[in-house]
Structures are given as structure tokens and as C-alpha cells.
């Protein structure tokens, strides 16, 4: 758990090793601590391609980030949102979704349109054609398929997911 000092509208460009700026506004702030949320941002290793972002909340006791975050990644035109808050879901109507779910097994699809689901259970590689690379998805992401993509399933353990295509 990173601690930092805050000012309002500041950048803390050593926060976890990633460049930071204040996003939101931050509710309040005194020398004893802050309450509000910050985003994070920053490139991953030598691959500008990936780009995070980190929801942090602040504490209203300390200036202690806390460890729930929010982490949202785009790889491969596949964008994923890790363990989007569920004011997030609520607000999409995730839960109102049609649910779809397979065994473990691997095969081929092609994105008509463009399908935003979230996954409930499975640990799923997703192959986009042309790339030797994998986008692995997991229980409790949320995820966006581009319309258009094509790409091979490889689905280690069962999946359940909420799906809506636009």
C-alpha cells in the first residue's frame, strides 16, 4: 500500500512506478488526509500498447490508497475492465443482460457487432486472427469485443457471462 502527500490538481509522478494525475476532483483535503478517487496512468514495460488505468479511492482518515482498484487494459482492439465497481455494472444493466455459457473447449468467432459481456465464472485465452498473441479474460471482467473481430476461443475452465451487442 502506497502512502503519498496530495495537493489538489497535483500529478504524483512516482505513485507505484506510474506517472498519476488527478482525474476527479478530490472532495476535500487536509494535512491529516483526503477523500475523493484519483486515476492513475501509465505505460506497462517497453509496449506503449499497454496502457492502464488505476481507480484509486482515498481514504477519509489517511492518505493511504486503498487496495481495491479498478484496472482498465485495451490489448489487441479487445478492452477489459478488471473488477469494475458495481455502480459500473448497475449503471450498464449488466445484471438485465441475456446469459450465455460453454464447457471448457476452444473454437472460432466472428464479431458481427460489437458485444460488451461480463464474465460471472471462466478463465478464457482469446486468439485475435493474425496475432500468436492471447488476451486472457477472467471471472469479474467486464470486456468489449470490437464488431468485426475475428478470433479463436480457448476456454479453460466454464464460462458464465452477462452479453449485450450493440
Not at 34 to 55: C, D, E, F, K, Q
Not at 90 to 113: A, I, M, N, Q
Not at 123 to 144: C, H, M, R, T, W
Not at 156 to 162: I, N, R
Request: hydrophobic share 30%.
Amino acid at each position: 500500500m502506497a502512502t503519498f502527500g496530495i495537493t489538489v490538481g497535483a500529478s504524483f509522478p512516482h505513485l507505484n512506478g506510474f506517472k498519476s494525475v488527478t482525474k476527479h476532483p478530490v472532495c476535500s483535503v487536509s494535512r491529516k488526509g483526503a477523500t475523493g478517487t484519483i486515476l492513475v496512468t501509465g505505460s506497462v514495460g517497453s509496449y506503449s500498447s499497454r496502457h492502464h488505468r488505476y481507480i484509486y479511492r482515498l481514504s477519509s482518515s489517511s492518505s493511504k490508497i486503498m487496495a481495491s482498484t479498478t484496472k482498465e487494459i485495451e490489448k489487441l482492439g479487445i478492452k477489459i475492465v478488471k473488477s469494475p465497481p458495481e455502480s459500473k455494472l448497475s449503471e450498464l444493466g449488466v445484471r438485465s443482460w441475456p446469459k450465455w455459457g460453454c464447457p471448457p473447449s476452444k473454437f472460432p468467432w466472428t464479431y458481427s457487432s460489437k458485444e460488451t459481456c461480463y464474465l460471472l465464472e471462466g478463465n478464457v485465452k482469446v486468439y485475435p486472427d493474425g496475432s500468436d498473441e492471447a488476451v486472457q479474460i477472467v471471472a469479474g471482467d467486464l470486456v468489449v469485443f470490437p464488431k468485426g473481430m475475428s478470433c479463436t476461443w480457448d476456454v479453460s475452465e466454464a464460462v458464465d457471462k452477462h452479453y449485450k451487442f450493440d
